[in-house]
Antibody, heavy 118, light 110 residues
Framework: EVQLVESGGGLVQPGGSLRLSCAASGFTFSSYWMVWVRQAPGKGPVYVSEINSDGSVTRYADSVKDRFTISRDNAKNTLYLQMNSLRAEDTAVYYC???????????WGQGILVTGSS | QSALTQPPSASGSPGQSVTISCTGTSSDVGTYNLVSWYQQHPGKAPKLMIYEISKRPSGVPDRFSGSKSGNTVSLTVSGLQAEDEADYYCSSYARSNNYVFGTGTKVTVL
């Protein structure tokens, strides 16, 4: 069974940093693109960042470029999102998801709340 | 990159059909076939219902279907059931080299 479990969320002051982790199991992690998507309270999902299977290609939404860094450790089956210079508008539930065929994200974690507030 | 435009709400009675539109531009929906639809129940993660405009992942009922015309894609749910009541979001690959989601449509089963 495919499972994605996020951790590392919480309350952080504006300007602070946080690292999210996503532990993957039930599939060959090293064969898939992975993505982070966030969803602010009452809003729709928003693409944040993605990484290819071996970590050599990364992409970011303009809103997080130069502040967030996506990475992965295929030996540990874990995806990461390092978030620096956090702002109040980064407050959201952050989901990790697996990149499936045709651009769709076919498996999602349960999500982790990040709150950027003083 | 602006969000794709969806109607805020749609509704239908059990057994009826409902169609949700998702309008983008020539920089996303109009050019690429990498369009997906997601269903999201309150407090849950999104679930992939359609990918590549009209393909269904394993386990998704064939009551769900997708189509495209120009810069607009559509999701049709036929034979509405109570469990179809949820928020639905479209998503498309965009020329800016990332993905953009839609504004979301709340489907109500009357």
């Amino acid at each position: 069974e495919v499972q994605l479990v996020e951790s590392g969320g919480g309350l952080v002051q504006p300007g602070g940093s946080l690292r999210l982790s996503c532990a993957a199991s039930g599939f060959t992690f090293s064969s898939y693109w992975m993505v982070w998507v966030r969803q602010a309270p009452g809003k729709g999902p928003v693409y944040v960042s993605e990484i290819n299977s071996d970590g050599s290609v990364t992409r970011y939404a303009d809103s997080v470029k130069d502040r967030f860094t996506i990475s992965r450790d295929n030996a540990k089956n874990t995806l990461y999102l390092q978030m620096n210079s956090l702002r109040a508008e980064d407050t959201a539930v952050y989901y990790c998801a697996r990149g499936g065929y045709g651009g769709g994200y076919d498996y999602w974690g349960q999500g982790i709340l990040v709150t950027g507030s003083s | 990159q602006s969000a794709l435009t969806q109607p805020p709400s749609a509704s239908g009675s059990p057994g009826q059909s409902v169609t949700i539109s998702c309008t983008g531009t020539s920089s996303d929906v109009g050019t690429y076939n990498l369009v997906s639809w997601y269903q999201q129940h309150p407090g849950k993660a999104p679930k992939l219902m359609i990918y590549e405009i009209s393909k269904r992942p394993s386990g998704v009922p064939d009551r769900f279907s997708g189509s495209k015309s120009g810069n607009t894609v559509s999701l049709t749910v036929s034979g509405l059931q109570a469990e179809d009541e949820a928020d639905y979001y479209c998503s498309s690959y965009a020329r800016s080299n990332n993905y953009v989601f839609g504004t979301g449509t709340k489907v109500t089963v009357l």
